[in-house]
């Protein structure tokens, strides 16, 4: 069981090193840890964010745990040379089509999100995000219009297998949930969503024990902070699903709480491989100083070990550690508290 280390930057090495100690505590048989370079770290060291070393080790691997990229430092390089463009590359590279982004509240936690307790406390939802196609992997350009003016450019877009194999994994998401899926769209206005509902009306034909609703994306929004626990899945495109599951988290209380699994559809021998990784990027307002919460990319972990190594007892003896630290006040800044990245690590450790 190969497993591809990729902490990037910003607050990725500090959150990293707790999931790796928790994995590392579980001490389980034949997992191998292999250290890469990704993000600026790798294009300081290599001249590009995703070098073909780290290519190579995320195909050798059988899963891989990337922590952020992204660093201001950067944000001027062309944009082939940027950090995010690893996260990108690495999801189309190796076809990882499928983001799996849970949010649920923790108990004890319910005052921290940013809504009512009795609103929060009814959260238990799983965001099912397209993660190789839409505006993000688009013909982009900046070009210069017919009376002189600078014009940027992305094209959205989506093809009926694209969506159908996003639809595919959704549903069968629902089914093994409460079998409510509600598609996230904006058909009356771009054709792509139509597209998109179109697809997920004909797939819904394959699950009959799946009732399907379409919504638009700007009431799902609003939806999400209205009455949240009225979702169950949710799937939807790439840009979409970026910005409601950014949102989710503060209605679980933080964005240091979500993690995701990013599949496709290769197997290993051990399992599906994935990539996992917090929700948020690297938070270089706080990065290296020891306040970032570890927690969302522990979790990743446990979603590793789940999706990728068939673990479920492992994953969920991590997922218990993680809820049992944090009900008894591990918690960091965002949350309130004072405690900073070790501690808390060192928290779930002592819960495990
Ligand atoms: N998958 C990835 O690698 C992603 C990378 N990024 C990149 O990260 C950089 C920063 O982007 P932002 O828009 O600021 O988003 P961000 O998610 O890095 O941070 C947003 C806010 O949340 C806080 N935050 C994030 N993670 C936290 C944690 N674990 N504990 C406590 N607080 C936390 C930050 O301090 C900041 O105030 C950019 O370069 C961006 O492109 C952004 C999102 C995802
Ligand atoms: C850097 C972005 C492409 C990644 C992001 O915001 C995300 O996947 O949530
Ligand atoms: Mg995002």
Redesign the pocket.
């Known amino acids: 069981m190969k497993i591809a280390i990729l902490p990037?930057d910003?607050?990725g090495p500090e959150?990293m090193a707790e999931a790796v100690r928790v994995l590392r505590a579980l001490d389980l048989p034949g997992v191998e840890l292999h250290d890469g370079l990704v993000g600026a770290a790798a294009w300081r060291v290599h001249g590009h964010p995703l070098p073909p070393e780290t290519l190579a080790l995320m195909h050798a691997c059988d899963a891989i745990l990337f922590g952020?990229?992204?660093?201001p430092a950067c944000d001027g390089l062309e944009r082939h040379l940027r950090?995010?463009q690893a996260?990108l590359g690495m999801r189309k590279e190796l076809g990882l089509f499928a983001n799996l982004r849970p949010a649920k509240v923790f108990p004890g936690l319910e005052a921290h999100s940013s809504l009512r307790p009795e609103v929060a406390g009814a959260i238990d939802l799983m965001i099912v995000r397209e993660l190789n196609g839409d505006v993000y992997f688009g013909e982009k350009g900046m070009r210069t219009t017919s009376d002189g003016q600078r014009e940027g450019y992305d094209i959205m877009s989506y093809n009926e297998s694209e969506v159908r194999r996003i639809a595919h994994v959704a549903f069968r998401t629902a089914l093994g949930r409460s079998g409510r899926l509600c598609s996230v769209d904006k058909a009356n206005v771009l054709e792509t969503s139509q597209l998109w509902r179109d697809v997920m009306i004909e797939v819904a034909a394959d699950y009959p024990d799946v009732t399907l609703e379409h919504m638009y994306v700007d009431n799902a929004a609003m939806q999400l902070v209205r009455a949240p626990g009225k979702f169950d899945t949710i799937v939807t495109g790439n840009l979409f699903g970026d910005i409601l599951s950014d949102q989710a988290s503060m209605c679980v209380g933080?964005?240091?709480l979500l993690a995701s699994a990013s599949l496709g559809a290769e197997q290993t021998a051990f399992g599906t491989k994935g990539a996992y990784?917090?929700i948020?990027?690297?938070?270089?307002?706080?990065a290296g100083k020891g306040l970032?919460?570890p927690v969302?990319m522990i979790l990743s972990a446990a979603m590793m070990l789940r999706h990728s190594f068939g673990l479920e007892a492992e994953a969920a003896r991590i997922e218990a550690a993680v809820a049992s630290a944090l009900n008894a006040g591990a918690r960091?800044a965002?949350l309130g508290g004072n405690m900073g990245t070790v501690a808390i690590g060192n928290a779930v450790l002592a819960a495990l």
């Open positions: 990037g910003g607050i959150i952020a990229v992204g660093d950090p995010e996260v933080s964005i240091g990784e917090p948020h990027g690297s938070a270089p307002d706080i970032a919460n969302a960091g965002d």
